[in-house]
């Protein structure tokens, strides 16, 4: 694990002084190691032969194999997914964690565990849990089974209940230091003279490095900032022509496109603000521009509409075309 060491140290001293609790909540930006340190705790919690710290998993007992192998009896994985219909999956609808999903996890729970004496659960993305979902694993949570650990990673921790954070041990996560996210981007064939420049673009954040590296992130972060330069011109017909473009595309790839527009209003308003640190710090002068055309009030607000269209794009099924309509005619009109 690069560049999470304070996380680490504090899940070892946990492990060693067996003072794990049975619910840890892991926090933090997206593509900083949280989900590798849990699948990595996950293999030390289920192995049976530990080493002698109790920190450290032997790599040989029948555990450690069923997980080297991908298929451990007792650890469950669940994350959100887009629904299907007729074995086909719907690629333009919500991903979500569903009530089923924790339905069918207490029905496994409710049995022994098969091969460890603990049982693993890993919740991933666990913002995504919908309403009754969400509820159903506060059940879970309430009256949990000696053996069974669970692990929820969000890096939307505002998004959860409280009353299932308030159950769960809370795990900071920071975000990567520009060289830890070079070091990753070595570990991932990144050529060496890419590697700082997309490590300053990704604002801490490995993943998100490695997306932009990969070339489509960055052409709909421009795409959202060109939308973005245009926002405060736009007719109706001009905001039509745009839900029509933005609304027919893939849900992930609109989700992400929202995302790099509320970032673009983040860096506008911290160059309203005289602040520095830009997460595009390579279309500083674009940004400028917009900066110049607006307010700091202006930006603030647009910023509230984008992220409330973002969580109703992330969190609902709702159709993407019109959000993204009402979303430019109230940016127009502001
Ligand atoms: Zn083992």
């Known amino acids: 694990?690069?560049?999470?060491?304070?996380?680490?140290?504090?899940?070892?001293?946990?492990?060693?002084?067996?003072?794990?609790?049975?619910?840890?909540?892991?926090?933090?930006?997206?593509?900083?190691?949280?989900?590798?340190?849990?699948?990595?705790?996950?293999?030390?919690?289920?192995?049976d032969g530990r080493s002698a710290?109790?920190?450290?998993?032997?790599?040989?007992?029948?555990?450690?194999?069923?997980?080297?192998?991908?298929?451990?009896?007792?650890?469950?994985?669940?994350?959100?997914?887009?629904?299907?219909?007729?074995?086909?999956?719907?690629?333009?609808?919500?991903?979500?964690?569903?009530?089923?999903?924790?339905?069918?996890?207490?029905?496994?729970?409710s049995r022994v565990a098969k091969l460890s004496r603990r049982r693993v659960v890993i919740i991933d993305d666990a913002d995504m849990m919908n309403e009754q979902a969400a509820n159903a694993l506060l059940k879970t949570l309430e009256e949990p089974t000696g053996d069974v650990v669970f692990i929820l990673i969000t890096s939307r921790r505002e998004a959860l209940l409280d009353t299932i954070i308030s159950r769960c041990l809370m795990m900071p996560f920071a975000p990567l230091t520009e060289s830890g996210v070079m070091e990753i981007l070595a570990a991932n064939d990144v050529p060496e003279q890419e590697r700082a420049a997309l490590a300053s673009l990704s604002g801490g954040s490995a993943g998100e490095a490695i997306r932009l590296y990969r070339g489509d992130a960055l052409a709909l972060r421009d795409d959202a900032m060109d939308v973005l330069s245009r926002a405060r011109a736009m007719n109706d017909e001009a905001?039509?022509?745009?839900?029509?473009?933005?609304?027919?595309?893939?849900?992930?790839?609109?989700?992400?496109?929202?995302?790099?527009?509320?970032?673009?209003?983040?860096?506008?308003?911290?160059?309203?603000?005289?602040?520095?640190h830009l997460f595009s710090g390579d279309r500083r002068m674009e940004l400028l521009d917009i900066a110049g055309a607006v307010t700091e009030s202006w930006a603030s607000r647009a910023m509230a509409i984008a992220s409330d269209v973002e969580k109703r794009i992330l969190k609902s099924n709702a159709n993407t075309e019109l959000q993204i309509e009402a979303m430019l005619l109230r940016l127009a009109a502001l």
């Not at 905001?239 to 527009?261: A, H």
């Open 1 to 47: 694990m690069i560049g999470q060491d304070v996380a680490i140290s504090r899940l070892k001293r946990l492990l060693g002084e067996d003072r794990l609790p049975h619910a840890l909540l892991f926090f933090g930006q997206d593509g900083i190691g949280k989900r590798r340190a849990a699948e990595a705790l996950a293999v030390t919690l289920l192995c």
């Open 53 to 109: 710290s109790g920190t450290e998993p032997c790599g040989e007992c029948e555990s450690c194999a069923a997980m080297a192998s991908g298929n451990h009896p007792d650890y469950y994985v669940i994350e959100p997914t887009q629904p299907t219909k007729n074995g086909k999956v719907n690629r333009k609808a919500a991903r979500l964690i569903r009530i089923e999903d924790i339905q069918n996890l207490r029905a496994e729970l």
């Open 239 to 276: 905001v039509l022509g745009e839900g029509k473009r933005l609304g027919s595309m893939q849900r992930d790839e609109i989700s992400e496109w929202i995302k790099y527009f509320r970032f673009c209003l983040m860096d506008v308003m911290t160059l309203l603000c005289g602040g520095e």
